[in-house]
Nanobody
Framework: QVQLVESGGGLVQPGGSLRLSCAAS????????MGWYRQAPGKQRELVAA???????NYADSVKGRFTISRDNAKNTVYLQMISLKPEDTAVYYC????????????????WGQGTQVTVSS
C-alpha cells in the first residue's frame, strides 16, 4: 500500500505565506516526479509546480516567483513554499507522486494525496 499525506494548509491573509508538505509512505521502490496541483470551486484541477527526482522544476505562470517546490528524497517528501499569497490562490491543493511501487515490475503509477485547503482572505 502507498499513501500520500499532505499537511500545512489553512487560512491566511493576502500577502501571507504558507508551506505545504506531502510525505509518501508504504511499499515504494522509487519515486520519479512529484508535484502539486490545485482545484478551485467550479474550475478544473491545474498543475501548480512539479519537480523531478533530479531536482528540475516546472511552475505554472501564475505562481512563478512566488511559489517554490522542493523535495527531500531521503524522506520521500515534497514541499511547496508559498509567499505573497493572493485570493486567487484559494483552492484545494493536491500532492501527486509518480512512483514505482515494490513488486510492480517497474511500472510508474500516479498517486494522489487527499488534498489540503488553502484559503487566502482578509
Amino acid at each position: 500500500q502507498v499513501q500520500l499525506v499532505e499537511s500545512g494548509g489553512g487560512l491566511v491573509q493576502p500577502g501571507g505565506s504558507l508551506r505545504l508538505s506531502c510525505a509518501a509512505s508504504g511499499s515504494i521502490f522509487s519515486i520519479n516526479a512529484m508535484g502539486w496541483y490545485r482545484q478551485a470551486p467550479g474550475k478544473q484541477r491545474e498543475l501548480v509546480a512539479a519537480i523531478t527526482s533530479g531536482g528540475s522544476t516546472n511552475y505554472a505562470d501564475s505562481v512563478k516567483g512566488r511559489f517554490t517546490i522542493s523535495r527531500d528524497n531521503a524522506k520521500n517528501t515534497v514541499y511547496l513554499q508559498m509567499i505573497s499569497l493572493k485570493p486567487e490562490d484559494t483552492a484545494v491543493y493536491y500532492c501527486r507522486a509518480d512512483l514505482v511501487p515494490r513488486g510492480s515490475y517497474g511500472y510508474t503509477t500516479p498517486y494522489w494525496g487527499q488534498g489540503t485547503q488553502v484559503t487566502v482572505s482578509s
